[in-house]
């Protein structure tokens, strides 16, 4: 098995809808703002390359919205999915699974594009089959008024419509073992309903893939929730729990939002779970380019 990071593009978002309710006299120490209060975001993907499968997990933004839409964002840097790609001798006709740990536009915007005359959408990639789960889906596809703005239907609808769209199972309780794709699956319901967490086995290291339930390095403190979450309080459980067991064991976290941390471990102390080391990708992975 080899991983790679896969930078789909940098953006910025308000640092107080990240950090929620705590003072940005705190988080600014983590995170700092601009003058419009926004910090730094990235969207980083992993590419899992195991036997003969080419899974992609998460595929950023994308480009297919106007400039109004992403103006909003601040969009930063020279990252794409296929510079990215290339940078380790794969186009995106390669990848064969296309795993989505949710459907807010910034995690899945990239698995869409338009077709050739712009007179529609099409999957991003032709080849891959892409996944979701049925709970999420039902809620991605029916959202409540406060996700709805996260949800674009030309980010979600056309991947069922081209017939490349599964679902994993979903488990009895929060942890589904050895899933479709070969990993593990650790289910968390604060952010949204049904994110996947993966938790992938590389070399004797367990690699937690965080998406939105820990964004950034910032984040480590229970308390530190995004503004976003729909069910704040259950983040609280969910995250204690996730990161008590991963001091616990010495899981690897990939950081997918932050833009300056991009793999940490953590350790118990008095205050709680917190920082323990960083890397970068390379020091784990050891990929060459």
Request: net charge negative.
């Given at each position: 098995?080899?991983?790679?990071?896969?930078?789909?593009?940098?953006?910025?978002?308000?640092?107080?809808?990240?950090?929620?309710?705590?003072?940005?006299?705190?988080?600014?120490?983590?995170?700092?703002?601009?003058?419009?209060?926004?910090?730094d975001i990235?969207?980083?993907?992993?590419?899992?390359?195991?036997?003969?499968?080419?899974?992609?997990?998460?595929?950023?933004?994308?480009?297919?919205?106007?400039?109004?839409?992403?103006?909003?964002?601040?969009?930063?840097?020279?990252?794409?999915?296929?510079?990215?790609?290339?940078?380790?001798?794969?186009?995106?006709?390669?990848?064969?699974?296309?795993?989505?740990?949710?459907?807010?536009?910034?995690?899945?915007?990239?698995?869409?594009?338009?077709?050739?005359?712009?007179?529609?959408?099409?999957?991003?990639?032709?080849?891959?089959?892409?996944?979701?789960?049925?709970?999420?889906?039902?809620?991605?596809?029916?959202?409540?008024?406060?996700?709805?703005?996260?949800?674009?239907k030309e980010?979600?609808?056309?991947?069922?419509?081209?017939?490349?769209?599964?679902?994993?199972?979903?488990?009895?309780?929060?942890?589904?073992?050895?899933?479709?794709?070969?990993?593990?699956?650790?289910?968390?319901?604060?952010?949204?309903?049904?994110?996947?967490?993966?938790?992938?086995?590389?070399?004797?290291?367990?690699?937690?893939?965080?998406?939105?339930?820990?964004?950034?390095?910032?984040?480590?403190?229970?308390?530190?929730?995004?503004?976003?979450?729909?069910?704040?309080?259950?983040?609280?459980?969910?995250k204690e729990?996730?990161?008590?067991?991963?001091?616990?064991?010495?899981?690897?976290?990939?950081?997918?939002?932050?833009?300056?941390?991009?793999?940490?471990?953590?350790?118990?102390?008095?205050?709680?779970?917190?920082?323990?080391?960083?890397?970068?990708?390379?020091?784990?992975?050891?990929?060459?380019?």
């Amino acid at each position: 098995m080899n991983l790679y990071p896969i930078e789909s593009g940098n953006f910025k978002l308000d640092g107080g809808a990240m950090f929620g309710v705590v003072p940005k006299s705190l988080w600014q120490k983590t995170n700092p703002a601009d003058s419009n209060n926004m910090i730094d975001i990235a969207a980083r993907c992993l590419l899992i390359e195991d036997g003969n499968r080419l899974i992609l997990v998460d595929t950023g933004m994308g480009n297919k919205q106007n400039d109004k839409f992403f103006g909003y964002y601040y969009l930063w840097g020279n990252h794409t999915i296929d510079k990215s790609l290339k940078q380790y001798g794969y186009h995106r006709d390669d990848i064969t699974d296309v795993f989505m740990t949710h459907l807010h536009f910034d995690h899945c915007g990239g698995s869409v594009q338009w077709n050739k005359d712009r007179t529609g959408y099409e999957p991003a990639f032709k080849n891959a089959k892409f996944w979701s789960n049925q709970a999420h889906w039902e809620w991605a596809t029916q959202p409540n008024k406060r996700e709805k703005a996260s949800f674009l239907k030309e980010n979600i609808l056309p991947m069922e419509e081209s017939g490349q769209l599964n679902f994993t199972s979903l488990p009895e309780i929060d942890l589904l073992k050895n899933s479709e794709l070969g990993f593990d699956i650790f289910f968390a319901n604060g952010h949204t309903d049904k994110q996947m967490i993966p938790m992938i086995n590389y070399k004797g290291k367990t690699i937690c893939f965080m998406a939105d339930l820990l964004p950034t390095a910032g984040h480590l403190p229970i308390p530190f929730v995004m503004g976003y979450d729909t069910r704040p309080l259950l983040t609280l459980d969910e995250k204690e729990k996730f990161l008590n067991l991963a001091a616990d064991n010495n899981y690897y976290l990939f950081l997918e939002h932050d833009a300056h941390n991009e793999i940490i471990t953590v350790k118990h102390t008095e205050k709680g779970v917190r920082l323990n080391n960083v890397f970068t990708c390379n020091d784990i992975f050891n990929y060459n380019t």
